[in-house]
């Protein structure tokens, strides 16, 4: 029996990333406490909606600095993190178009965002005082991120600082566009850095398991 191709494992992963999104959805609203922080529908804030993924772009090139510094840095723990995610992701979407990793990318940034950003850090600063909440909050959030990101300790320690991250992009912008736009960003370049311009093809090029 044939591995599943590419086209099985992006569409799972986009559908548990966005189970994830809806999940902090439906509980914000039977809370009270909607995950869209800082999201105008009314289209009077169009120019502050701009500028929340204005700074997500910008955002993404230190969380890129440290994937090279992982890469490149002779450590052991952090060698045996980046052969661990290589082989994991590799092995997952090896052959998966741009399209495909995109898909996964931006259904990753919203889903994840919408709850340990959005529900969680937002949900537990509006119930501390606001002298110091909102940063016990962004710890929450951080640790949370990290240890539903446990594949080792090293990892879970770098998705942390990673979590942490994007809590203090949410604080600093008072939007979660920008953590999502950051999250999105990173997980597409950093998916076709770790697959390799070998093993991704264009959108319109045949995936095995299509």
């Known amino acids: 029996?044939?591995?599943?191709?590419?086209?099985?494992?992006?569409?799972?992963?986009?559908?548990?990333?966005?189970?994830?999104?809806?999940?902090?959805?439906t509980i914000g609203w039977l809370a009270g406490n909607s995950p869209l922080v800082g999201v105008d529908t009314s289209g009077a804030q169009t120019r502050e909606q701009i500028e929340a993924v204005g700074w997500g772009l910008i955002a993404?090139?230190?969380?890129?600095?440290?994937?090279?510094?992982?890469?490149?840095?002779?450590?052991?723990?952090?060698?045996r993190v980046r052969?661990?995610?290589?082989?994991i992701v590799s092995h997952l979407f090896s052959g998966a178009s741009l399209l495909q990793l995109a898909a996964v990318s931006v259904t990753?940034?919203?889903?994840?965002?919408?709850?340990f950003r959005g529900l969680l850090q937002a949900g537990v600063s509006s119930g501390l005082p606001p002298d110091w909440g909102p940063w016990a909050a962004l710890a929450v959030g951080a640790v949370a991120f990290g240890?539903?990101?446990?594949?080792n300790t090293t990892y879970a320690l770098l998705a942390v600082l990673a979590g942490a991250y994007f809590g203090f992009l949410m604080l600093a912008t008072h939007s979660i566009w920008t953590p999502i736009t950051a999250h999105?960003?990173?997980?597409?370049?950093?998916?076709?850095?770790?697959?390799g311009p070998r093993r991704v093809v264009g959108s319109g090029d045949r995936v095995s398991g299509e």
């Open 184 to 195: 999105a960003t990173y997980d597409f370049i950093a998916l076709v850095y770790l697959v």
């Open 83 to 87: 052969d661990m995610t290589a082989t």
């Open 1 to 25: 029996m044939s591995e599943p191709g590419p086209a099985h494992t992006t569409r799972i992963a986009v559908l548990f990333e966005g189970s994830l999104a809806v999940a902090a959805l």
């Open 108 to 115: 990753a940034g919203f889903g994840e965002e919408l709850l």
């Open 147 to 151: 240890v539903c990101h446990w594949l």
């Open 60 to 79: 993404t090139l230190p969380l890129l600095a440290g994937l090279l510094v992982v890469d490149r840095i002779p450590l052991a723990q952090l060698r």
